[in-house]
């Protein structure tokens, strides 16, 4: 009897993005995998800034990946525009009304690649005025947030009270950090990874719904176009961006059009009974 040809080993490197795309699609596209909890990734497209007495101030306008929950501990890993991260805690969120939420935001590790800055920043504490454009399907969305917060630039606007010369050093010493430096190269290193294994995510969900004899049309093109922009945007991060939101908008539009359309279908004429004037 001849023994059977061993089969060829897959490399660890596949095995491990095979296990983290398997787990990013059920995290991503099951309604409630593990309670309210949700790990986001934020891109923002329109940032204002502005400070006053060490406060920072900001509006941001960003798309995201999962749906923001209104309960719950919130990680959002935040890719900026120049390719530097940040990593944010959001301890809770209380809707408002009006689909506007105040959210509490809890510590942040940032990095920036702006000079002048420091590499490696911090925020401590902030209150934030936010709400949602929601693509339900894709679980996406496109979110502004208003938000006052307290960072690293507090802490050196209140001790430079009491020594202006040490802090105005020590300022200047971290913005200059070998270490700094390490660290926001070592998030924008991950950028790329994280960004690869949403696009593989985005892709199986894609051929999960062309296979799926319920599915729409609309839904498999949406599907479709979501892989693709999530795949351009691993290369060109703002133009998948930028197409992720748009997709986003249209979606969240087609759908608001359908169900007003549906209620002035169910609505009853208010007119005379016919053959009376």
Known sequence: MIPEAPKPSRSIIGEVFDRIGKTVNRLKH???PAGPNRLTHERPIIESKG??????????VSELHQIRTTEGIELVHVVNPDGSSNLELVLGRKNIGKGQRIELQGPAINTSYTPGNMPVGARFLGVGLTSDVIDEKSQE?????????ATERTAFELASL????A???????????????????????????IS?????????????????PEATTATK????????????????PIAGTLGNAALVLVAAGTALYARKKAQRAATPPTGPPDGQA
């Open 30 to 32: 099951d309604p409630d």
């Open 51 to 60: 400070s006053l007495f060490g406060l920072e101030f900001g509006l941001t």
């Open 196 to 212: 690869g294994v949403i696009a593989i995510s985005s892709a199986r969900w894609a051929i999960k719904q062309l296979k799926d």
């Open 162 to 165: 009491v020594a202006p010369g």
């Open 221 to 236: 093109a949406f599907a479709v176009a979501h892989a693709i922009s999530d795949a351009v945007r691993v290369v060109f």
């Open 167 to 193: 802090v105005a050093g020590a300022a200047e010493l971290l913005s200059q950090s070998a270490v700094g430096a390490v660290v926001a190269e070592m998030f924008a290193g991950a950028v790329p990874i």
């Open 141 to 149: 969305a496109v979110s502004y947030t208003l938000e006052v917060k």
